[in-house]
């Protein structure tokens, strides 16, 4: 027997192929895409406008869960929710949903595991099983845009009121959730394409951050993509021999390169790029690292988040105390380099990438 078509994983104009295959005329495949993006339907009996024969071959012949939760946490404020998800081939991966007063972003992952091997990251720890498929990545975003309507409809009917049908349940998609997005980006854009789509989601290209260790050649494509995402770079260090260390990629793309294609980005694009920065303690949180970071980005249109360390299990390495942390944003304050510190969000919960995974696995082999 054929596998099941991933619905999830066609473009519109793959879908419109596949239908048309079928018999079916081309404004099918609308139809289909607004009941998957805008409607974020289930199952295909809701697709009420489908004739009852189509809806029929769809159930038989495509596939509407390519991923399944298998382990949630949230944390003691409600406002951070992660989940682990199982894939058709058992692999798992994990997202994390984030209210905020204004927006609700998703982080999600592009790859199971990460082949990048930074030493503070516990998905870097346990290695790269694959790439995601466009369809996985997407999923990701559409299982947390339903929990969301969801809700808003259960408190709607509790309190006898009428639940606002939002357009766009999730707000806000940042590509910073397991894997590097670079080192997938044929599966990586297409999600993006397929969440930016008018036709469906419609989620606006702003409202999408793509974030990378520094693969430098995939900073230099985006730079040539029609989609104004935003783009944050994890430096982690400001000089090559403690980046080497901590990012093992620098040594294949040392900063002398990525800064290079980090400021093309910026230039040609006309868009900020944020510098992500770990603050881990007496590693790389020093007054002279921060002037060494200030001196790196001088005349680079960016922004920097400094983010105390989200320390992982069986790793000596811990976050940069309160003190410390200012210390930082005060060097690069004086040297007129912008930087916020980053609220870190669901420690509670280990929200940090890959410690979900990594603790659901070393509770299966105990």
Not at 327 to 356: K, N, S, Y
């Amino acid at each position: 027997m054929a596998e099941r078509v991933a619905l999830y994983d066609l473009s519109h104009r793959q879908l419109t192929e596949l239908l048309m295959d079928w018999g079916e005329p081309p404004f099918r495949a609308d139809q289909v895409w607004q009941w998957l993006y805008r409607s974020l339907a289930g199952d295909y009996e809701s697709m009420g406008n489908l004739p009852a024969a189509l809806r029929a071959r769809l159930a038989a012949e495509a596939d509407l869960t390519l991923l399944t939760p298998v382990a949630e946490q949230v944390s003691a404020t409600g406002q951070t929710h992660k989940v682990l998800f199982r894939l058709r081939d058992g692999n798992t991966v994990e997202s994390v949903l984030m209210h905020y007063h204004d927006r609700r972003t998703a982080c999600i992952s592009t790859q199971v595991g990460c082949g990048m091997g930074c030493n503070f990251c516990a998905t870097g720890q346990g290695g790269l099983s694959r790439n995601l498929s466009a369809g996985e990545i997407v999923a990701q975003v559409v299982h947390f845009a339903r929990k969301i309507r969801e809700t808003a409809i259960e408190q709607a009917e509790a309190s006898g009121t009428r639940a606002p049908l939002e357009i766009h349940p999730v707000t806000n998609v940042v590509l910073m959730g397991m894997g590097e997005p670079l080192a997938n980006l044929k599966a990586t854009w297409q999600a993006i394409e397929t969440l930016t789509d008018e036709r469906g989601y419609n989620l606006g290209a702003r409202r999408i951050t793509l974030s990378t260790v520094g693969l430098a050649p995939g900073i230099r494509r985006l730079a040539e993509e029609s989609l104004p995402i935003n783009l944050a770079v994890s430096l982690h260090a400001a000089d090559d021999e403690l980046r080497n260390q901590l990012v093992p990629i620098n040594r294949r793309y040392p900063l002398s390169e990525l800064m290079d294609a980090v400021h093309g980005y910026a230039e040609s694009t006309r868009r900020r790029v944020t510098i992500e920065y770990a603050l881990i303690a007496e590693v790389n949180d020093t007054p002279q690292q921060a002037q060494k970071l200030a001196e790196l980005l001088h005349g680079l249109l960016c922004h920097v988040n400094l983010i105390p360390l989200n320390p992982t299990p069986g790793s000596s390495l811990r976050p940069s105390p309160r003190e410390r942390v200012d210390a930082f944003r005060d060097e690069l304050d004086q040297a007129g380099t912008p930087a916020t510190v980053r609220m870190r969000r669901g420690i509670d919960i280990e929200a940090g990438c890959g410690q979900l995974r990594q603790r659901q696995t070393d509770n299966a082999i105990q």
